[in-house]
């Protein structure tokens, strides 16, 4: 370590953000340790039932990550854990960490939960809102990790008093309740800190016109989404609180705790909009009867990538009423129905009172006050709203040096650009630390397999009671009985926790006393254990792959509890088809293919460049392709940045680090002709006939300005695009400068039939230049015509002073577009305005066209040659709308930038970051491996008839010398081709026809 | 290559309604690539006759055998010890493959699973569309490479008919006039003049003319 | 959740239901089985994006094949449920559970067997 810097990183909150940062970094050479203030990891997203706008399952796509995460050798995880104390500098920072005690040893608990079974203490579960109970001796939900429970110590009776209580210690056989623990200072170096401790959700408490509180059917989105969960606390039933009943008709409130700056929340907190959608939307799915559903809203900030086409359907098709409005009052129509009335005006200025079962306030996101109070402690700027304000331009960069922001602690963001900031923090965190990667990882070894492919299978079967989880219901000697006259079974019996440290120590040993080459556990679920005991099996020797599990707890024992001797034999069945199965398995060796350690970034904007400086400066070759002849892309044409940023500066001092960086290469005039290969291994051929290869592939090819059809673009020389009118401001324009009226129209080729998405950024333009333009002339006139404002996060800012500076603002129909026509020189624009209702007429001396963001001109070709899908709109579709925001269902390829969708040029600096975060855990490899089982062809056998080719959604079968072949770095092992394929030349490792077809006969071999 | 679609299951029973012991045999070749005769349709085609067969109370035994090809006499040969104790031989081949069968194996019962439909290629996955008539006597080079003998409905070979209108078809307004598209495409390639050109009667002796062809190469013939 | 469901279902686990082949289908019921159900994730949801609907495809082949014979396609279904709902699955079990038993035990057994 010549340079004194620490090849580890402190990632503070185990949220997604926390998470993704951590497996980033984990997977590309440094050692993290995640701090997390709670007994688990996880953060917010546990708690949502579903995710817009894909409607995805939260729980279930975060899950895999859990697993990843929590298992992850190279992440240490500290829960109950807060950061006490930051010294040092960057690349080496001395921390002190408060870990509270837990009262449960998470090493030896097995989650069993038997102990909250006992425990006689019910508590307002704050993982359920305060909806449901749980126990003083908790998990805050079943998935998570680590997979152990914990006391809360203020509730528990025996912390309060010793001999008050102990029935958990009474029924915990695995001995991990300790109420005697107590708390620890760990100390640990790091070389940056990753902060993304996450938000809190505003309290309506004081909001006392909401009643939120005081009338039991006033809930937050939140509690919601509780209610909503098949998990929560009534089972996904939608129902209300107060009395159970189903509503029939429900309102949600935006901007509950956002945009209000009486009480000092005047930002937008970006997401509650979407939210509320998908939650109208989901109620109405759960609802049996044809739910009533109602937002009142002020503007809809539906902004991000798919989310107008969300809208649109949510109010088209599924019926969700939209009421622009903020409304006055909540109060209760009587004592008995707790029916709620709202009390608003509408646009007319007409006043209603409209009567619902139930109420949802959209709460907006908050710092937490112990956020504030670390930043505070790190001395880090914090803005206004004590949210930590990040440098110009950096996305992630927090005011001090080797300290990063992800997640919500930089703004209100939604779960993508939660995930992407992770990575773009990792990204930049590894950019410092790139000449100590690898320093700090810990590796393990195994002993070299045995060859067992010629033996006969030799079946251990290891049947756990887990405490009396298993063995209270199923007999488990029964088990074994039976077990031990299964053919191939050469040895069986019964551990209280087979997954203990000393059952593994039991397992080696079985394994080498009875020559044992298959193994199977029948105990609890594959997804929290398989990888446990496969880790088992390599320290004896075998394939991990030779590993089987019967799952005679979760799918057994727990659900027929009270039928003791069904469950025994379903027990006795689910062991002897794993068994059978068992005894076919193979062993599953990992494919590897070699990466070359180069990047091609297709694209020289700013996107582009700020990827190739992060990889750069980790030392990695990089190689830009520019179109044009010349670096800058789009912004070359942009003045100033959102927050005022001196956008040329910024692009040229980017254009002077790729110059000036050794390992960046530049062909600018140059695109790609043909393209080849696979993640690790690609080989582009570029138009100036020179070949790059090259293991990575970044595709930031921007977007292009729309060029207006509409409102005499083109035709009249005061009509401009946005871009054009800040060009014209910079050129000191007198059109622009000595104007006296200027109209700026909103929307123009955005949200409408042909492009049905929000470019997003044009309302940030507009208030923008609209500040700009008074700046200059403090007289002049500035009419925004607009549909909905959408300044979200912190830009809500510059719409209150737009407001204050006196622009007007003025929202049209999208029925009933203005009107532009020429009066000589000069423009005259009508409008109908929303209030009064009647047209209003504007003589102005120029137009300002907020022109849609569009897809770039070559996304055809590329999605062609590197097979990136395009979604509806011609943008490259991510991996995952949530979990993958700049992966692609092509590995190895990343996407950032306009060319993903439209986005402010620090977002895209973000995302550029993130994909040189995502793409450092492929570049720091010598070599990938495959992960886990795959897809294998039988080349004899194949027709080449295509249908695993057509079919598979990651490209990895192909055709070659007539036959199927399936790279297996790229196989995703979900065995779809095996299913299809008309021959059966294709089968799935370890999931062969033949070995399901064998468990089926072995459960019903009696029966025939 | 052939398009074949299985027939229906009850009519595949009904043609071995009195055997006990039966082989079905697969090809690898066309019909596996057209998702009707591989691996996995022949043993599902044996599932299901032996499902059914025991639900009729008369258990049906099966035999499954996929063999590389079905229109070449050595791939039948390898057929030979499955044949021997079974009653009858389903062949889920193309009509050549089912022939060839029950060629080789005169005395036994040999039934046909698929009903072989054209010749064609895919359109999508699962979407096959006929390409070629097989008349014997190729005219694509005169008509820009679209056949219209095949994708004309009434098989014109000098302009389109009275029929065609707005590019389309009379018979259907799915169907492009052949005629229409080998009009489009020589006017692209810059050939239209080629359409001018007399064209002799086609010989229509090369087509199914009364019995089975035959196509001899002297030059590959072994002995 | 551990709620409870009938205890005659016998689970086989797979990576994702895309990997299901119409054979291995045909043989549960070959075998004994009075039957059985796919469980995929939500339409959408798919880990590996298609594979819930490739298998759905196949199920509603073998279930056109089991009605075809006279075996009765009601006795194979294919359902969508996400990881979360366990209160669904149960449901799932008690609805196909209550199907069978309304149609018997498999017609290609005497003897009553389990469903799978």
């Known amino acids: 370590m010549s340079s004194g810097k620490v090849g580890a990183v402190m990632v503070v909150g185990a949220g997604i953000a926390g998470i993704q940062a951590s497996l980033d970094l984990a997977e590309s050479g440094y050692y993290v340790y995640l701090v997390e203030q709670s007994p688990a990891i996880g953060g917010a997203m546990p708690m949502l039932d579903k995710t817009f706008p894909t409607n995805d399952c939260s729980m279930c796509i975060l899950s895999p990550k859990l697993v990843q995460c929590g298992r992850h050798l190279n992440i240490e995880t500290l829960t109950n854990s807060v950061v006490s104390e930051v010294e040092g500098e960057p690349g080496n920072f001395k921390v002190s960490i408060q870990q509270k005690a837990r009262y449960v040893d998470p090493d030896k608990c097995t989650g069993c939960g038997s102990c909250a079974e006992e425990c006689p203490v019910k508590v307002d579960d704050e993982f359920n809102q305060g ?141 509650c909009c979407m939210y509320a959608i998908k939650e109208a939307v989901i109620a109405k799915e759960h609802s049996k009867n044809d739910l009533d559903t109602s937002i009142f809203f002020m503007d809809m900030r539906t902004y991000g990538k798919d989310f107008e086409k969300y809208y649109d359907r949510a109010r088209e098709e599924q019926g969700v009423n939209f009421i622009r409005s903020r409304i006055f009052k909540i109060s209760e129509v009587d004592e008995e129905s ?36 670390l930043g505070k402690k790190l001395g880090l700027e914090l803005n206004q709203f004590g949210f930590a304000e990040t440098e110009p331009m950096t996305g992630v960069n927090s005011s001090k040096e080797g300290i990063y922001v992800a997640g919500a602690f930089g703004g209100p963001k939604d779960i993508p650009e939660t995930v992407l900031s992770a990575s773009a923090a990792a990204g930049a965190s590894a950019s410092l630390l790139g000449d100590v990667r690898g320093t700090m990882i810990k590796e393990v070894e195994f002993p070299p397999e045995k060859d067992v492919s010629e033996e006969d299978p030799r079946i251990g079967v290891f049947v756990c009671h887990c405490g009396v989880n298993i063995g209270s219901t199923v007999n488990v000697p029964g088990v074994v009985e039976t077990a031990k006259d299964l053919p191939n079974v050469a040895y069986a019996g019964e551990y209280l926790y087979v997954c203990s440290q000393d059952s593994q120590a039991s397992i080696r040993e079985a394994i080498e006393e009875h020559r044992l080459n298959r193994v199977v556990v029948a105990s609890c679920s594959p997804r929290t254990h398989k990888p446990l005991f496969q880790e ?171 060029k207006p059809t509409e409102y005499l673009y083109n035709e009249h020389d005061a009509v401009f695009t946005q871009l054009e009118l800040e060009e014209a401001i910079a050129a000191n324009d007198p059109k622009v400068t000595q104007a006296k009226n200027i109209v700026l129209i909103q929307c123009v080729g955005s949200r409408d039939a042909e492009r049905p998405y929000c470019s997003r950024v044009c309302c940030n333009k507009s208030v923008k230049l609209a500040l700009h333009l008074k700046e200059i002339n403090p007289d002049v006139n500035v009419f925004v015509l607009y549909r909905d404002v959408r300044t979200y996060g912190f830009y809500e800012e510059n719409y209150r002073q ?14 009933d577009k203005p009107r532009v ?40 070709q590329m999605n062609r040659m590197f097979k990136v899908p395009l979604n509806a709109d011609g943008f490259f579709l991510e991996a995952h709308m949530k979990l993958r925001p700049v992966d692609t269902a092509a590995d190895g390829v990343f996407i950032a930038g306009l060319a993903h969708g439209p986005k402010s040029m620090e977002e895209n600096v973000a995302q550029a970051k993130a994909a040189a975060g995502r793409a450092l855990t492929i570049l720091s490899k010598d070599s990938l491996e495959s992960s886990g089982v795959v897809a294998v062809v039988q080349p004899d056998k194949c027709a080449a008839c295509l249908t695993c080719v057509r079919l598979c959604p990651f490209s990895a079968p192909r055709i070659n010398n007539y036959a199927a072949e399936i790279e297996a770095v790229l196989c995703q092992g979900c065995g779809s081709c095996a299913g299809e394929c008309p021959n059966k030349a294709i089968t799935l490792q370890s999931y062969k026809d033949v070995m399901l077809m064998n468990m089926v006969d072995s459960l019903y071999k009696e029966v025939r | 290559m052939i398009i074949a679609q299985q027939k229906s299951i009850q009519d595949i029973a009904s043609m071995i309604e009195d055997c006990n012991k039966v082989l079905l045999v697969g090809c690898a070749g066309c019909v596996t690539v057209c998702l009707a005769g591989g691996e996995k349709e022949t043993e599902v085609l044996a599932a299901s006759l032996r499902i059914k067969r025991r639900l009729e109370n008369k258990p049906l035994e099966t035999v499954t055998f996929v063999a590389t090809r079905q229109c070449d006499p050595e791939y039948i040969e390898t057929l030979e010890s499955y044949v021997k104790d079974v009653d009858a031989v389903i062949s889920l081949a193309c009509g050549v493959g089912v022939q060839y069968v029950a060629e080789r194996f005169s005395d036994k019962w040999v039934v046909p699973a698929l009903n072989t439909n054209f010749i064609g290629g895919s359109l999508n996955h699962g979407e096959w569309e006929e390409r070629c008539g097989l008349c014997g006597d190729c005219v694509l080079h005169r008509t820009g490479g679209i056949c219209p003998i095949i994708r004309c409905s009434k098989s014109i070979l000098n302009g389109p008919c009275g029929g065609s209108q707005y590019g389309k078809c009379e018979i259907s307004k799915d169907m492009d006039c052949a005629w229409q598209l080998i009009y489009d495409r020589m006017k692209a390639l810059g050939k239209l003049d080629k359409l001018m050109e007399y064209q002799p009667p086609k010989d229509w002796s090369k087509s199914r003319d009364g019995g089975p062809r035959r196509a001899v190469r002297e030059d590959v013939m072994i002995d | 959740m551990r709620l409870q469901y009938a205890s005659t279902v016998r689970i086989i686990e797979m990576p994702c239901t895309g990997t299901i082949d119409h054979r291995v289908l045909l043989k549960t019921f070959e075998d004994g089985a009075d039957g059985v159900f796919v469980a995929g994730c939500m339409e959408g949801d798919c880990h590996f994006l298609k594979g819930n609907i490739r298998a759905k495809k196949r199920v509603n082949m073998v279930k056109n094949i089991l009605e075809e014979i006279g075996f009765g396609g009601d006795r194979l279904d294919f359902f969508n449920l996400s990881a979360a709902q366990g209160q669904r699955f149960a449901e799932i079990v008690t609805e196909m559970t209550d199907r069978i038993r309304e149609l018997g035990p498999t017609p290609l057994n005497q003897k009553e067997g389990d469903t799978a």
Not at chain 1, 346 to 365: A, C, I, R
Not at chain 1, 626 to 632: F, H, M, N, R, V
Request: proline content about 4%; glycine content about 8%.
């Open chain 1, 802 to 815: 737009a407001r204050q500076k006196g622009v007007i603002f003025v929202r049209y129909n999208a029925e």
């Open chain 1, 821 to 860: 026509e020429a009066a000589g020189n000069s423009l005259q624009v009508t409008v109908t305005d929303h209030v009064l209702g009647e047209p209003i007429v504007i003589e102005t001396d120029a137009v300002g066209l907020a022109a849609a963001i569009l897809a770039p001109e070559d996304n055809e």
């Open chain 1, 536 to 706: 088992t099996m390599r320290e004896a020797g075998l394939n991990p792959y030779l590993f089987e599990m019967a799952n005679i707890r979760d799918q057994c024992s727990w659900v027929h509890m009270n039928e003791p001797e069904k469950a025994t034999e379903k027990a006795k069945d689910l062991v002897k088809m794993v068994v059978a199965k068992a005894a076919l398995l193979e062993p599953v060796k990992q494919m590897s293919v070699q990466v070359t350690p180069k990047v091609l970034v297709i694209g020289g904007g700013v996107t582009g460049m700020s990827n190739a400086i992060s990889l750069a400066e980790q030392g990695y070759s990089v190689h830009i392709i520019e179109k044009s002849d010349q670096l800058g892309g789009n912004a070359l044409r942009i003045k100033q940045g959102f927050k005022g940023e001196d956008v040329q500066a910024f692009v040229a001092d980017l254009i002077n680090k790729v110059e000036s960086s050794d390992n960046i290469e530049v062909s600018t005039g140059t695109g790609v002709s043909e393209a080849s290969g696979y993640v690790g291994n690609f080989k582009t051929t570029l138009t100036n006939g020179d070949i790059v290869e090259h293991g990575v592939t970044v595709v930031a090819i921007g977007g292009q300005e729309y």
């Open chain 1, 338 to 373: 707790k029916d709620l009335t709202i009390r608003y005006a509408d646009e007319k200025g007409q006043l209603h009172n409209e009567e619902f079962d139930m109420v949802v306030l959209s709460v907006g996101l908050e710092p937490a006050p112990s956020v504030i109070e």
């Open chain 1, 131 to 271: 909806l449901g109970k749980r126990k003083a001796i908790y998990k805050s939900y079943a998935q998570a990790y680590p997979n152990a429970y914990a006391i809360d110590p203020s509730k528990c009776l025996k912390m309060k008093k010793a001999k008050a209580c102990g029935k958990c210690l009474e029924v915990c056989q695995a001995d991990a309740i300790d109420h005697e623990m107590q708390d620890e200072t760990i100390d640990i170096e790091v070389g940056s800190v990753i902060l993304c401790p996450g938000f809190e959700k505003f309290d309506p408490t004081d909001l006392e016109y909401y009643g939120y509180g005081k009338f039991p059917n006033v809930v937050t989105s939140l509690e919601f989404e509780r209610i909503l969960s098949a998990s929560g606390p009534y089972g996904g039933h939608l129902q209300r609180p107060y009395d159970g009943k189903e509503p029939l008709k429900v309102a949600w409130i935006q901007c509950v705790g956002s945009r209000n700056c009486k009480i000092e929340n005047g930002y937008c907190s970006s997401v």
